[in-house]
Every structure is written in C-alpha cells, then in structure tokens.
C-alpha cells in the first residue's frame, strides 16, 4: 500500500517539505525549521502566524479566522498558519512579518543560504580521436587534457571504465566528468540535469534530511523521520547497553538506522521527481554513537570507561558501501567526532555558530540528554560533555512530556498570583514539557514559593504533601474541570540536578579558560529545546550566567545546518576540519574539585 | 560429483602440482615448467628422464625399465619419467642429470627463486593502555607508533574497523597488522601462519597458477587449467567477436575467467589444506584481450582499429572487487599492457628475460597466435606484434595438431634421404605439431626438395599431385600400415606466411634500431612453442636471423615467471613498471615499406 504524500512549498526561502499526513502550515514551518511567530500556541488567537496561499488548495476558513478577517486584522488573501490545513501540494508564502524576530532566532536553521563554492562540479572532456599513429588509451585520453584529474582509487577507476570506453566512442569524443575537487567521481554522457547533495542530522530522536542543490546551495526538500533505533533503548546508554548484549545488536542498530535513510531518500526523491542519482555528494553528523552505528563501526565501546571512541577522523565513503542512495562511486562525507561524547553534531553546531572565524568569546551549548557545551576565548576552544538527563525532555517527571501538542510549554505567574500556561496545540494541557517547566519552576522560585535552596513552600495554599509525603505544587487543578497537573518536589529536584550538570559544566569551561560571565560576548544555544527555552528564566534558575538578555541567541537545529554548511562548501568542510584539531576536549570528572563545581551549579544563584 | 584429485611434489625445487588424472611423471614435470631431458619423446627407450620416487605408490616397472635396469642404465630406485604413472599423491625427485643442459633453457620457468623482497610483511603493533587522562581513539592508537602507515581509501579503514578494536581489547593492545610497504591491508589478532600469493599468467588457451610462499618465494603449488574462453571462441580475434555480437557477452567472457580462477585456487588451497585468506597478494599478467576480459572492462575496442586499449596503468584492485579468492582487502596487482596487441604477458617476458638490466643486444621473441616481439639497444627498447597466425599451433595444416600425444615434434632426413619421426608419447603419429612442421620444411629445404622458392620438387618420388591439383609430400606411408601423414604446398605456403610475419618484424625493428644480426647479444624465445623448436632448423627457413645457435635460448612460460617476479618483489614492479615506460610501440602497419619486408621476411633467406 502507498502512503500518499504531498510537498509543501515555502516562499521565499524555496523550501520544501514532504508530507505523508495531512497537517497545520504552522506545524509544517516548524518542521522545515523556519520559526514562524507563535504566541497563542497555536490556537488560532493571537493572529500572528500570518501566511498567504500562493498555490493550492487547503481547509476552508475557521471561525477564529473569520473573526479577524471582519476585524481587518487580516487581509483578504491572508490566512492563519495554525488554523490552515493542507492536505495536497501547495505553495505557501510566509511574510517577514510572520518570522520570529525576538531574541529567540533561529535564523541558522533551514531559512539562510549557505556558502557554495565548486566542491562538486562537471568537467566538460574534450577527447582525441585516437590512430593508428597515436593509438592512445582511454584512459589517457580522458587523463590528457586535465592531467591534475585523478581516481580515488584504481576500484573506482575500474568501475568508471566499464561504460566510459563506449560512451567515448558514441559521444564522438566528447563526456562529462563529475568531480569533487580533482577526484573523477563518476563519468557521464552528458552533465546531469542537476548536481543534488544531502545533509543529514542524525539524531538519537529524529533524522533531519536536506536535499540541496549543490550549485546555488537552495534546499529542494526536508523531511524528517523518527530514529528507529529507538525501538532498541529511548536514549542512547540504553541503546549502548543493547550493543554490548549480544555482538549481532550492533549491526541491527546499524542496519536499521541505514534502511529508514534509503527510505526516507526513496521518499523524497518520489516525492519531488528526482533520479536518486542525481544526489552527487552526502554529509551525516550526528553524536558519537550515532556516528559509530552509522558507520559499523563497534559502538559498545563508548559505554564504558574511558569511552574511547573508534575514530574521529574525517571519512569520505562512496554511498555504495554504506548501502546508501545517490549516484554510484559519490561519496558521503562524515566528519569525525571530538570525543566519546562529543559528536560530529556538536562541530557542526560550532561550524555554523561561528567558532574559530572571530576573536569573540563565544559559549555554545547543546542541551540534551547529554549536553555539550564549548567556550572559545582567544586562540582556544574548549568542550565538555555533561550527563544532563532527559528532565527537559519531561522524561522522569510525574506530568512531564515533550513538547508536543498538549504540553504546556511557557508559563507564568500574574500580580494576583495565578498561574498562567501556554499550552502547545487546540487541545487542554496534559503535561509539561521542558521549557514549561523551565518557566514554572523560575515563576515559582520568583514568587517566593520556591526558596533559595529549591524546596516547595509548605504553607503555600496550592503546595500539597501527598500520601509519600512529597510536596507538589498544583499547576492545573481538576477542580476546574480540567486535568489535575502538579510539580512535585521530586521533579523540581531533577530539573535542578540538570540544570546543574549543565552549570557546572559551563562554570568549569570558564574556570579552564578564566572567563568571566560579562566576558562573554554570545551564548548560542541549540537544540529543539534552546528554541522553546526562555532565557531570561534559564538565567533566573542559574542554568546560564548571568549575562545581558541580547546576547543570548537559539539557533535551532544548528548541527543540521552545519552539515548543510559542510555538504556545500570546501572550505566550510576544511574549517570543520581545522575546528575539530583545535577543539579541546575537557573530561570533567578528572577536572580538580569537580564535586565542588557540581554541588555550586545545583543552586539558585551559583558564584 | 567430486572430482578426486592428487598432488605431485617435486624435488628439489619444492614444487607442487596438483593433478585429477593419471598421468606420468614426464608430463606432470611439464605441466610443473620443470624441463626435464627428453630425447626419445617420451617412449621409454632413450632412458634419460631418470628419477626417484621419494614418497608415494607408482605404477609397476614397465618392460622398458626393467630392461634399463638389467644393463645397469638404471639404480634400482630410479625410474623413467615417461613410463611411471601417478595416480595418488607421491614426492619426486627429479636429480640433476635428468634436466635439460642442451642450449634450449627453460631455466626462467617454475625451477629458478626469485628475488624476495618485503613488499608484504607483518607489522607488530603494539597499543597503548587509553585512560580518562588519554581517551585516543583506537585508530589514533594504531597509528601512534607507526605514524607512516596508512590505509587505501577510507572504506577499508572502515572495513578493519569492524573488528579491530574488540581484537585490541582482548588481546591486552597487541595487535598484528598485514601491510603492502606502509598500506595497511588488514589487521589481525596474531600473525597469520605463512603470507602467501598468487601469480597467475592468464593464456589464450591456458591458465598457469603459482602459490608461493611470499617470505622466502617458495612455490608450493602450481595448476594448469584450459581457460574457459575456449568455449566462445578458439583464438581471441573469435572471442572479440563474440564479445562485440552482444553487450553482455564481454560480460560472460568476464565471468567464465573469474569462475574458473576462482574454482581453480579453491582446490589448489582444498589440496594443500591451506586457508585461501593466507593468500594475501596476487599478481595477474596476459595479453590486452585477456587483461580487459580479466578486469571487465570493454574488449571489444581491441578488434577494430585504431586497436586502442581502454588503459596501460598498473593497477591495484582488492580481491573482493574482482571476485577472486585471498584475505579480504588484499590486492592484486595487474601490470598494465603496452599496447592493443602488447599484453602484460609481454612485459612480465621481458622482466624475466632481464631487458633494461644490462646493455646487451637482445631480441625476445613470444610465438603464439600473435607473436611479440622486443629489441634492444642502449637506451631503447622497441617492441612490435605481428599476427603470425595458429600455423605453428598446428591450424589450418591439413595434418596439424598442437603438441600432443601423437604429434610429430621433431624430425630429420637422414644421409640416405629417409625421414625420422619423434612421436610425442606411446602412440603413433596421428599429425604433426608447430616444432614437427618446423623441422620437416627445414630438411626438405636442406635435401632440396623444396627450392629457394619454397616449392615443392614435382619429380621427386615422395611428392605427389592430389585431385584439386595441390602437390603434398608424404610424411608417413599408408603402405607402412599407418596413418598416412603429408605436408601439401598449401601447408607450406601458411608456415612460410607465419614465418614470414615474425622475421618481417624482427627485420623492421632491427632496421628501426640500426641493429645488425652479428651485433644480437642474444635471442631469448618464450612460450610453449619456443621450448619445443630447434633454433638450427629456425634459422635454416630464415624465421630467425642468423646468429651462433649458443646465443639462442628458449625460456618456456617466461610470462609465468615474470608474473612470479613481481608478485614477490616490490623492485621488481618498479622495474616493469619503468621498463613499461620505456617499451616503445611500434604499429608495423605504418612502417615505411613494410610490404617489402613482408615480402622479404616470407623468402627462406631474406636479405
């Protein structure tokens, strides 16, 4: 049975995103990673995702919409991206207005256009009529008039001169050859319609894939897919584990993560049309274990002390040997990782973040499950990696979740002292997701209701002891006959021990480096997660330093831009490339007095 | 059904044959390119092909020996090699005196070691102990003592990968790597038993396998097998014309070879109990066709002119790419050919054959279908071919036949003007061979039967005219109760057509160098069919110039042994690959008068 699928179109970034369900503009933006304004959550209220339909049809107008038509707070052609449902092609214009312009910018995501330079290109070969005279070889003769061309190996030469000598003699001496810098990756008749290459992100939770035009650097299409190997372990150690129990698990993470990559390409390129063997160049990243795995390469190693990686070098791999899509004897490009845990992900965020290209002093920070973080002062950049845990997934929290629709994903509190909660999606509140709980836990800590040391106020009238004798902090009360939601001391201490294997980390890169929080000139933080957070409450908690609002940046899902950057351009893969030698990679339990560090970052207000 | 096979050791020289039939030791010593003193043609009666049987069951004493014995000719544990059949596995010993001393040397064949030089050999690695202070990644460590190694392409480091570094945990970080001068080919636990190769000569008709011991250059087994070939064509012009009949028959052609090597070195391995991933190098050496047909690369281009072959670059190719057996990521090193009709086969002659080592004059023949020929003189070395023809193998004679049991080999008119007929093997004569024909023409001449012309003397009583006007000469009577053999005109006018191709390009590549015959060092003929012929009678019907018989010398398989050369020394490639460079080419079509000496070359004492 066929899925049907259509393409969204997004103007005037050029994007496309390929869907198999129908879904909101608003949902598809965020997929596509362009941030639209969003302040109702989505509800069809505040009237600020304003989209136009250029092309296609979608669901009739909503009641909301209707409103603000008559309102004249939209115009005729104008619609809400919440409240417009697509189902089929269409082309979808998003104004300026619409963008998120706040200080939360994810303006290194999907919507800017990366550096190209000639990386991969076509060679026009004009070849010699071979005589008796000078009976030259094939090969010289593609070889004669660009000497400095080569192979990448005399496999790949053998395959590219199994069909080359009769195309030489049907073209009247006249072929094309596609290389990446002077290495022939293949030889063609004529030069293909278009050179493609993707970038792919691989998440421990999701794949982002990128089909780029390699000459003008445009993203044709987007699509993301869930990492299957979630069916094997929710987070990585648990996927490790599985690795390490029998020797056969390895290879079915491996297998696994392949198949759903060929297929999502299979997809995309049915979707839009496209030969897959117009897709001439590929770059992953992803962290270490998710390298490792995609590559083959024994991951178990990296669950045990001292986490040794296999390789951190650079690899260049032709797609047929990773079982991959694109044009036979192409190459995949996979810069290496850091370390045990810091990933290629984690360069590709410094990459596009600008690490390394100025003397700023710059703090990245990709909150996770694991969090890594890196401090550039001067000639040196440091990294960490810290075991933040998935509490801003909502994982091990009583009403936590992700943010998915029904979580509540900002809150605040009022003067008269009544919680307020943006909730994602039409629907109530069922949970809370990270940045709501970010929120609440600030909110409450502000009012009083939290103290200096992060326990509940017990004679606060919504602060209840329960039969465990835990406190917890009614959020939502089923009185008001909706769902009960609460926060329990438990859960407030989770987001405490993660945010402070966070701060602890940052403050041990700034003791290394001997910055000081008004030194620092950015804070760039990545992630789905760093896009949601609220910084002025992450900085009320002492999750980051204090440092002035403006100069705290989200860049989305940066590591994917990053290996768009990489897949483009050569000097962009030749910069990762100096980044990854320059990066030092600090391991903070060996570092002096860590415990130190550790119990400071848990408070309220570290030093 | 298995076919149940034997092996024949040979002593002293170590050589190893393996057999699935009968057959005497004579020709198992052939088969083996041991050159053993046969004078009688293999009859019994001459009594030199004297050896002992060392290990193993023979057949009985036939009447001859025991003849032999009685007259003391004969120890009593020495055998004649004609008379003894084998039909299990034995160890002979084959003593000096049995061996060919006569000016006709097979010396370069399987009897003579090559040079040994390190090209493969075991590296000892040992790693370092990571820690939390030193996390280095397993490659990092690999690499840390031996900063000079390297891999072939990134997908065979991803390839060793796999398994290397679960190795360097359980062997407490030792590890052994098998490297290619500073290529790491593979990585293993322990260093393999014994580092073997494979040099093959791929033939038009036959395949000559050697499995050598690549740290001494021991052979320790040799097989023959018909190139399979055969089955779509008898000569390789039919083969290229198969090949360009259809696109997929270059294909089949390809396959049938890979197949037949494939299955042939899984016996010699199932025959010597040796592991086929011992074989960690392999060395392939044939004609353009065959090369081409070897690799898979198109042909059918060699059949029409400009005769341009698809490449001329020595190649290395990991044996899984070719489908053949040996250690995964192990090589096979593929000389490259000189030209459309001056194969690898050439070039390995000439290595054996010692051109570009000394300033000598020297003249390489190799007589086949198509015969190469090599000159040189100082700095230069030109070469040339010529389609001689399958004369000498015996086509087109109305009573040819190749060099089989039953051919006349050798004869000579004796003073009272009878003919004497060597008959290979026990039989009686059932045709006549390349060196028989040879021989015949020459003493026909000689006793002036034939005239300067290469007539037939119409009065003489032994020629007579048949029906269709063709005078012939009868060899052997009827009225002598035998097959009645007869050489025709018409047989004489193709050998002297054969004849006349090779002296016309010796001629013109001793007029394109200024070479005079007293100025030839030496006259080195390869192949089978060199081994057999009597340079005196060569001479005698001007196929070759006249120079002191001593200067003469025939070198049996000398491609074989080439092949040999290079596949145990990294010298020796870099010498054949220099010696490739300097082979100058020479299109015999378009020298100036070459119809006048072709012209000249067909008369029996050209100019």
Redesign the interface.
Known sequence: MKETSFAIEFQPFGIRLICTEATTVLDAARQAGIPMVNVCGGKGTCGKCIIQILEGEASPLTHNEQVFHKGNLLAQNERLACETILTADAKILIPQKSLQTTQILQTESATQKEQVDALIHNVNIQLQK????????????VLSSYPNLQF????R??DI??LT??WM?ETDWQINAICENDLILGITKEPPERLLGLAVDIGSTKIALYLLDLENGDVVAVKGIPNPQIGYGEDIMARLGFAMQDNNNENKLHTVTIDAIHQAVQEICENTTIDPNQIVNQCYVGNTAMHHIF????SR?LAS?????????A????VE?LGLQGMPGSRVYIPGPI??FVGSDHLAFLLSAGFAESDQVLLGIDIGTNTEIALQKGEHIVSCSTASGPAFEGAHIRFGMRAAPGAIEHAHIDRNGLMHCDVIGEGEAVGICGSGILDIISELKNAGILNYRGRLDIDHPLVQVGEDKVRSYTILSAADGQREISLSQKDIDQILLAKGAIRSGIAILMDYLAVSPDEIDEIIIAGAFGSFLNPYHAIQIGMLPEVDLSRIKAVGNAAGAGARMMLLSKEKRQKAEGLAKRIEHL?L??YPDFELFFANGIRFTPD
């Open positions: 071979p005589s008796l005279e000078s009976p030259i070889s094939d090969l010289e003769n990448e190996s005399d496999s030469l053998l001169f199994k000598p009769t003699r590559l083959g390469v024994p190693h002390s001292p986490f040794t990686p296999v390789l951190t070098k690899l260049n791999i032709p040997k370390a045990g391991e339990n060996t």
